[in-house]
């Protein structure tokens, strides 16, 4: 055994996710029903993990959605199953809330290939993060969340590294308490979901906390952003026969508008949904709709507002 071995297997022996169970040793010796059972009762916990790091996420999310106001971007870093929950949450930005692509950004240790793939050796380079990053160009307008269940990834703990160095704001996403990329990061957010059913298996209730955690995160950091009229997506992207019906039942849902309204705001606005709900509430046309929401940042609420001052 080499000693950087024993030095890995020592550390792997203090983390929560990777602690062994004997209880479940003969899980496989049980029905389908009863494993099924065992790890949807697993699964039960991880919310409940998740609400204890709530004023955590809620101080990163405000601090996240400042800089994002000001021009930055929100960049997820990470290896792995971590990384990949990365990638997917900010795939999943640009058709929901009609962000630019570059707006949020995932970055995977090994690359785009290493979503399908492991690619060896990626995750333990810090050189790796910091390369990844400097070709982003940081600002410190930007946000870099590292991700990593063990909290002790070198990709993402180097991610946040080197985005500190940059004036980025940090924000350290792990499941394990007291953990390196927490105490790397300005924002330490630390969800202990326990031992995994399969040992060590961190794709399971770990990934499924980092799935929740981003889901607030990017969710609500667009509602802060303005890119929703109370729980309507008012900025999506109809990229498709779906997104296109689903923008037609927003504005209804906005405004109470008959389909024949709704069919001429959508075609004076080119099919922007946010300006069709101020042509609709409003009474304005479609360039006037646009210059209202550029003045109000984007936030219809308050372009509703300044037309009704308008008019009094």
């Known amino acids: 055994m080499t000693a950087s071995y024993a030095a890995l297997r020592a550390q792997l022996d203090t983390l929560t996710t990777e602690a062994f169970r004997p209880e479940l040793a003969g899980i496989d010796r049980l029905s389908t029903l009863e494993i099924a059972r065992t790890m949807n009762a697993e699964d039960a916990g991880v919310a409940a993990a998740v609400a204890t790091q709530l004023p955590h996420i809620a101080a990163a999310i405000d601090a996240i959605a400042l800089r994002m106001a000001r021009g930055g971007r929100l960049v997820y870093a990470g290896a792995g199953t971590a990384g990949r929950m990365g990638v997917l949450d900010a795939s999943e930005c640009p058709p929901t809330?009609?962000?630019?692509?570059?707006?949020?950004?995932?970055?995977?240790?090994?690359?785009?290939?290493?979503?399908?793939?492991?690619?060896?050796g990626a995750e333990d380079s810090t050189e790796l993060a910091a390369a990844d990053l400097?070709?982003?160009?940081?600002?410190?307008?930007?946000?870099?969340?590292?991700?990593?269940?063990?909290?002790?990834?070198?990709?993402?703990?180097?991610?946040?590294?080197?985005?500190?160095?940059?004036?980025?704001?940090?924000?350290?996403?792990?499941?394990?308490a007291g953990s390196?990329?927490?105490?790397?990061?300005?924002?330490?957010?630390?969800?202990?979901?326990?031992?995994?059913?399969?040992?060590?298996?961190?794709?399971?209730?770990?990934?499924?906390?980092?799935?929740?955690?981003?889901?607030?995160?990017?969710?609500?950091?667009?509602?802060?952003?303005?890119k929703t009229y109370g729980n309507l997506m008012v900025d999506l992207r109809a990229s498709n026969e779906k997104l296109r019906a689903r923008s037609r039942r927003i504005l209804a849902l906005a405004t109470g508008a008959p389909d024949?309204?709704?069919?001429?705001?959508?075609?004076?606005?080119?099919?922007?949904?946010?300006?069709?709900?101020?042509?609709?509430l409003a009474g304005v046309d479609g360039p006037t709709a646009a210059g209202l929401l550029t003045a109000s940042d984007g936030h219809l609420r308050e372009a509703l507002a300044r037309t009704a001052a308008a008019t009094e």
């Open 97 to 120: 809330f009609n962000t630019d692509p570059a707006q949020v950004v995932g970055l995977i240790a090994g690359g785009p290939s290493a979503m399908v793939e492991a690619v060896e």
């Open 180 to 226: 390196a990329l927490a105490a790397a990061a300005e924002h330490g957010i630390e969800v202990v979901v326990g031992p995994e059913l399969l040992t060590g298996s961190t794709r399971l209730k770990a990934g499924t906390a980092q799935k929740l955690v981003l889901n607030l995160v990017s969710t609500i950091t667009m509602i802060r952003l303005g």
């Open 260 to 280: 024949e309204e709704i069919e001429a705001a959508l075609d004076a606005t080119g099919g922007e949904v946010k300006q069709a709900v101020l042509v609709l």
């Open 134 to 176: 400097a070709a982003l160009e940081l600002t410190a307008d930007d946000t870099v969340i590292g991700i990593s269940a063990s909290g002790r990834t070198p990709y993402a703990i180097g991610a946040v590294a080197f985005a500190r160095t940059r004036g980025a704001l940090t924000v350290g996403l792990s499941c394990n």
